[in-house]
């Protein structure tokens, strides 16, 4: 059985030329998901690889703007692709969260991730959200009580994001009953589930599909940019990851 791939990436990272070749090579490879990240100065869920692709992006006069501009383009060129935004809640909230998420919808966003929004006091976001044609998609952290957790399910979201270990992105994660049984308090309410944090071959890939909606990985593809140089050599490197991750 194929699995279902939310592929993650840096808006602008390194530049806008390479993140577009990135995010044209994960839909060769077969994602049916892009989750386009916001470079932000304080990525506290992300790994190394993430920060640190912020941080180059931020160098350079990254502006919330251009990831605008760079996600219209991702639209146009694949209308079929569905795309999230992930990012943090100031990038958010600074524009105010109603403009945000209308600005989003625009540019053809149809979901938003935003970890530091916690789901029971999220400012509006769902609701706007909701007002523009999108969906709110809370991430459940692993260390999260039952209690939480089952307050969260019964909320009605059609997707929740669990983040299958404790800690930052990056690391290898290992795919076993306890992270089943995470997955499955998780989906306990009805909604869908994302599944990430960590995956970076096929193998976790073929365990973790049958459980989730959709196979998240991200700092696998982060580190592919970060070690080419080549634009062809990128782009070939991109796809058959994503490939190897699909299949």
Known sequence: MSSNLMAHLVANYPDENTAFTVAKSL???????????LPFSDPNADGPLIQNA??????????????????????????????????YGSLAFTPGIRNFCKTASECGVKGMI????????????????????????PVAAYGM???????????????????????????????D????????????GGAKVYGGFGIQNGEQSKILSPYVDAVVAGSVF????????????LAAKI???ARELTN
Do not use: W
């Open 27 to 37: 839909v060769a490879g077969g994602a049916s998901i892009l989750e386009i990240q």
């Open 54 to 87: 912020c941080s180059l992006t931020l160098e350079k006069g990254f502006k919330t703007k251009d990831a605008f501009n760079f996600i219209k383009k991702v639209h146009n060129a694949f209308p079929e692709i569905t795309i999230y935004i992930m990012s």
């Open 114 to 137: 935003i970890p530091d929004l916690p789901f029971d006091n999220d400012e509006g976001l769902t609701q706007a959200c909701k007002e523009f044609g999108m969906e709110n998609i």
């Open 145 to 175: 009580s039952d209690e939480r957790l089952c307050k969260m399910t019964s909320f009605g979201f059609k997707h929740i994001y669990a983040a299958l270990r404790a800690g930052i992105t990056g690391t290898q994660t290992k795919i």
């Open 177 to 188: 009953d306890s992270t089943l049984d995470f997955i499955k308090k998780v989906s306990a």
């Open 222 to 233: 982060v580190k592919i940019v970060s070690e080419t140089k080549s634009l062809d050599e």
């Open 239 to 241: 796809t058959a990851k």
